[in-house]
């Protein structure tokens, strides 16, 4: 009987599993007012989204925090983006948010988005061209409204820190429909002052009170500036076209500040150990030095410089002995040769020297006549050729030939009338 009854777990998690599979609640846009607004220490925001006659709860977890270019509070309109599910623990639907801007800003948000790309595309916020902040600047400009926290906590933060530094200020405008204009006037102002560095920003506000830091114009005047710029516009979450062209993007102008110029404190310590490690350093070479010297006017060759030149005298004394030892052999061989030659029988006997070629001559000579095939001539034989080629059988004469014969003592030329093989 009882089996048609649920638990409120299951008719939960049925709810769940529906409202998760429904593809209008998978993606919502929803707007309205924060009410009940709270930021847990895990990072996550826990608020409700009201309007007149309805409220739902919501949930922004920590990794799309991080994403968003205001702060939300108490109040604000906002326009979000996100999907509504179930929370089984309390049965309760909810609205769990993936995005969140502030109502009446999406259009300038749409315009932001569209700059930065475009900026970005053409190389604007390439690192390549961002310039070095200078480590100990003399003049620091700064481009801000006159009155306000921002100047004031500039001014205050350079002179704390680094009091030696001058500082210019160049009043703008720092919200409204004219102030990007004056910011752009005032930052190429400040770039004919030979500065070291130059601030731009003011302090915290809603996105549409910093909008005027978008301006493309703006933009163009920060990147082509020789001075190195820093941007420091609102709170550490805010962020503007400037921040990605300047040369450093700082959190708060405070931070610009205490980037801008190093602290003297610090300076002053870094000295103190230069000039503790540099004495160090004197005193230890000093100190090498004068053992070094000390050992040198301890040393043996020093107390005693004539043994140094004994032992190059004993040292010469043998060179000279080896070398007249090298010479003394060398005469005694060139004398033992010149001996030799001096009784060599060619020379006491140059005729037995010609007898002895003219023998071996006359043999050759005999040897080359024995060989000679012309000598057979002598004895009655005969060469036959025929075109200048000795003939050697009667197959290479043809009827009608013409032979020379070779005699002793002349040619015979004549015609074949009749070969016989």
């Known amino acids: 009987m009882n089996d048609k009854y649920l638990t409120v777990s299951a008719i939960t998690k049925y709810l769940k599993f529906k409202f998760e599979q429904d593809p209008n609640l998978i993606k919502v846009y929803l707007k309205g007012e924060i009410s009940n607004f709270k930021a847990h220490t895990s990072g996550h925001y826990y608020f409700s989204i009201k309007d007149d006659n309805s409220k739902i709860n919501a949930i922004m977890f920590k990794r799309d925090t991080t994403k968003l270019n205001f702060i939300p509070k108490e109040g604000t309109k906002v326009l979000v983006e996100g999907s509504i599910r179930i929370y089984e623990s309390s049965g309760s639907y909810q609205i ?10 999406g259009n300038l948000y749409i315009a932001f988005e569209k700059l930065k790309k475009k900026l970005q595309a053409e190389g604007l916020f390439d690192e390549k061209y961002k310039k070095p902040l200078p480590k100990i600047p003399k003049r620091v400009g700064i481009v801000t409204a006159s009155t306000g926290a921002a100047v004031k906590d500039i001014l205050s933060t350079i002179k704390r820190r680094f009091p030696l530094c001058e500082t210019y200020l160049f009043p703008c405008l720092v919200q409204g429909e004219n102030a990007s204009l004056d910011i752009v006037d005032k930052v190429k102002q400040a770039d004919k002052y030979n500065l070291d560095v130059l601030i731009v920003g003011r302090g915290g506000g809603s996105f549409e009170d910093l909008n005027c830091f978008n301006d493309e114009e703006l933009a163009r005047t920060i990147f082509a500036c020789s001075t190195p710029v820093i941007s420091a516009v609102g709170h550490e979450i805010d962020f503007t076209i400037i921040d990605y062209v300047a040369d450093f993007r700082a959190p708060t102008p405070t931070g610009a500040a205490e980037v801008a110029v190093p ?14 490690r540099l004495n160090e350093a004197i005193n230890k070479k000093v100190n090498y030095l004068s053992l070094y010297l000390d050992s040198v006017k301890n040393s043996f060759v020093i107390k005693n410089p004539e043994i140094m030149f004994e032992n190059k005298k004993q040292t010469l004394d043998i060179l000279n002995e080896k070398i007249n030892n090298l010479i003394n052999s060398k005469i005694e061989k060139t004398k033992v040769e010149l001996y030799h030659y001096k009784n060599h029988y060619i020379l006491n006997n140059p005729v037995n020297l010609y007898k002895e070629h003219s023998n071996k001559l006359t043999n050759i ?3 080359l006549k024995l060989v000679n095939p012309l000598n057979v001539l002598d004895r009655g034989y005969t060469l036959t050729y025929i075109d200048d080629k000795v003939i050697t059988s009667s197959k290479e004469v043809k009827e009608g030939s013409t032979i020379k014969t070779k005699f002793k003592d002349g040619y015979v030329l004549a015609k074949v009338e009749e070969v016989k093989k």
Do not use: R
């Not at 948010?97 to 800003?105: C, F, L, P």
């Not at 602290?263 to 503790?276: C, E, G, P, V």
């Open 365 to 367: 000579i005999d040897k």
């Open 263 to 276: 602290n003297i404190a610090d300076i002053m310590h870094s000295l103190k150990q230069y000039n503790i």
């Open 96 to 105: 769990y948010v993936s995005d969140m801007q502030e109502d009446g800003v």
